[in-house]
């Protein structure tokens, strides 16, 4: 058999050999920026667990680059612009902050963000079709907000006066006044206090981050007799720092999700955010693989739960009612 003859065969063996793992192997690596308040276990580790389900291993085909403000929004600028920098394939942001910032330092990366009110924000143009290179999910935090406080007095029947603490440590960034992050429900919210008996108190504004030791504090200044925290990925990555306050003012609070109720708090009202996280996964997996955001539909979770901290309620000097006892998805004892 000649040289070339051999060569050839060579080649084409070697050819037939590389095709199927070519064809089978795994992209190359992507780089994902994670760009978020502070560190919290129920959102990264959830999203790295769906992504590996989904066929990336951090370290092989994937890198996360993650950033926090560690409650400095001053920082969120330099961070997101510091993750555009590295070449991201991919921006996740949590909050309004976080998604501002990596909206203004970039127009072509994609941004999956977890946000209150991305349309009243204008971080998309309607949650069916984005537009831009954002998309995510959206906690539409104002339309819970009459619930937490009617469930709240069904624990609490003592309460008359309803204090709530607003996060505006990221005002500046943040992109639209209060009723726009609270989706327009603030006069609904008004109406669930009137419709049980309830004053509202004047909010608790926290602009910097050595305020919120002094939150229930205020709430007590105010004469309130139960808490509302509005949600913020700022309040719960101090979600023990906050529980911690509650228990020290004896003050009944109703909070955003359950971690909140895990570290101690009395009870919880809105969506699970380790499925919140799994959710983000999956958007960042179908735009690796070549997904446009404008494409993909900004979704809102479909299951909310009620969870409730029986020690707390007995801490507190409260029963719980059997029509919450019912209702509960979790009664934490």
Do not use: C
């Amino acid at each position: 058999m000649s040289v070339t003859r051999r060569r050839f065969l060579l080649t084409t063996v070697a050819g037939a050999l590389a095709g199927p793992l070519i064809a089978g192997a795994l992209p190359e690596r992507k780089r994902v920026g994670w760009l978020l308040p502070e560190q919290k276990f129920f959102a990264l580790d959830p999203f790295r667990r769906r992504l590996r389900e989904l066929g990336w291993a951090e370290g092989d085909s994937l890198t996360i680059e993650q950033r926090y403000a560690a409650g400095d929004r001053g920082r969120y600028m330099s961070l997101a612009a510091d993750l555009v920098r590295l070449k991201a394939d991919v921006l996740v942001t949590d909050g309004s902050a976080a998604t501002a910032a990596a909206q203004r330092a970039t127009t072509t990366i994609p941004i999956v963000f977890v946000s209150g009110n991305p349309v009243g924000q204008g971080f998309v143009a309607s949650l069916s079709h984005p537009g831009r290179n954002l998309t995510g999910v959206a906690i539409l935090t104002g339309e819970l907000m009459p619930k937490r406080v009617q469930l709240l007095k069904e624990m609490a029947t003592g309460m008359t006066r309803l204090a709530m603490v607003e996060d505006l440590t990221a005002v500046g960034l943040a992109v639209a006044p209060n009723d726009a992050r609270l989706g327009g429900n603030w006069q609904a919210i008004e109406t669930a206090a009137r419709d049980v008996g309830v004053q509202l108190a004047p909010t608790i504004e926290i602009h910097t981050p050595t305020e919120l030791d002094r939150a229930f504090a205020l709430a007590l200044q105010e004469h309130a007799n139960g808490v509302l925290l509005l949600a913020s990925p700022f309040f719960s990555s101090r979600n023990r720092q906050l529980v911690a306050q509650a228990g020290e003012t004896r003050l009944p609070a109703i909070y955003e999700h359950r971690g909140f109720v895990e570290a101690g708090g009395l009870m919880s009202y809105g969506p699970d955010h380790r499925a919140i996280f799994r959710l983000v996964a999956q958007y960042v997996d179908k735009i690796l693989r070549g997904a446009r955001p404008s494409d993909l539909p900004v979704e809102q979770p479909t299951g909310l739960e009620l969870v409730i901290n029986a020690k707390t309620a007995r801490t507190l000097g409260l029963a719980i009612p059997p029509s919450l006892l019912a209702r509960a998805d979790q009664i934490i004892q």
